[in-house]
C-alpha cells in the first residue's frame, strides 16, 4: 500500500507539471484578451479625463513607470510563478485526498479513486464557480466592490467544495446500502441543490459594462476555463501515472 507521504509527494509532482502546462495555456489563451480589455479600459480612461496625447507628450506609458511591475513582468514571471505555485498546492492536496480515499471507494482501485478525487476537485473547485461567478477581464468591475465579490466567490468555493465532499461520502454509504443508480443520481443532485442555494443566497455578481466588447470577454472566460482544464488533465494524468508506477514496483519486490 502507498503511504500519505508518497501520495503527497506525487501530487507535488504532479501539481508542478500541471502549472506548467497551465500558465503555457494561460500566457497563449489568456494573455491576447487582458491586452485587449486593458486597452479598452485605457482608451476609456483617456476619453474621460481628455489626455489622449498626454503620454506620448511625456515620452513614456505605463510600462516604462520606474518602481512599478510592468505589463511584460505580469503575463511572464509573475503569471507563471502565480499559475505554476498555486497548481503545485492543489496537487499536494489532491495527493492528500487521493489518500484519504484509497481503498475507500468500493472496488475503482487507487488508480480510479485517485481520478474520482481529480475529477470532483475539477467540478466543485474550478468548473462549478466559474459557471456561478465567470471570471472578468479589467475594466469590468467597479474597484470599491473587490473585496466583497473575492469574499462571494470564495465563499461559494469553499460551500462548493465541502457539498462535493459530502456528495461523495454519502454516494459510498448508499453504494453499500442500495443500487448504484441511487448512490450516484442522489448525491449529485444534493450537490447541485446545494450550490444553488448557495449562489441563491449570496446572489449574482454583473458588473460587466454594456459597451465591453462581447468577444473579448468571451475570449478570456474561454482562456480561463481552458487553463483550469489543462491543469486538471494534466495534473490527473501525472498523479495517477505516478501511483500507478509506484504499486506496480512495490507489488512486484513483495
Request: charged share 15%.
Amino acid at each position: 500500500m502507498t503511504d500519505a507521504r508518497t501520495f503527497l509527494i506525487h501530487g507535488l509532482i504532479a501539481g508542478l507539471l500541471a502549472g506548467i502546462a497551465a500558465f503555457a495555456v494561460a500566457a497563449t489563451l489568456g494573455e491576447p484578451p487582458i491586452d485587449a480589455a486593458i486597452a479598452v479600459e485605457e482608451a476609456q480612461s483617456e476619453q474621460s479625463h481628455d489626455h489622449a496625447g498626454d503620454e506620448a507628450a511625456d515620452g513614456h506609458s505605463h510600462d516604462d513607470e520606474e518602481g512599478g511591475i510592468t505589463r511584460g513582468q505580469q503575463a511572464g514571471p509573475g503569471l507563471a510563478t502565480a499559475t505554476i505555485a498555486l497548481s503545485t498546492v492543489i496537487g499536494g492536496a489532491v495527493g492528500i485526498g487521493a489518500a484519504v480515499a484509497a481503498g475507500r471507494i468500493g472496488r475503482i482501485g487507487i488508480v480510479g479513486s485517485t481520478t474520482l478525487v481529480a475529477a470532483v476537485g475539477f467540478v466543485s473547485f474550478a468548473l462549478v464557480p466559474w459557471i456561478a461567478y465567470p471570471p472578468n477581464p479589467p475594466a469590468t468591475g467597479s474597484g470599491d466592490t473587490i473585496g466583497e465579490r473575492t469574499a462571494m466567490y470564495f465563499s461559494f468555493v469553499i460551500v462548493s467544495v465541502v457539498a462535493a465532499y459530502g456528495a461523495v461520502a454519502l454516494a459510498r454509504t448508499l453504494a453499500r446500502r442500495g443500487s448504484l443508480w441511487v448512490a450516484v443520481v442522489l448525491p449529485a443532485v444534493g450537490y447541485i441543490a446545494v450550490v444553488a442555494l448557495a449562489f441563491a443566497v449570496l446572489g449574482p455578481i454583473d458588473e460587466v459594462p454594456d459597451e465591453f466588447p462581447a468577444n473579448t470577454l468571451f475570449s478570456f472566460r474561454m482562456g480561463a476555463l481552458a487553463t483550469q482544464a489543462t491543469l486538471w488533465a494534466v495534473l490527473t494524468i501525472a498523479l495517477t501515472g505516478l501511483i500507478q508506477r509506484t504499486t506496480s514496483r512495490k507489488a512486484v519486490a513483495a
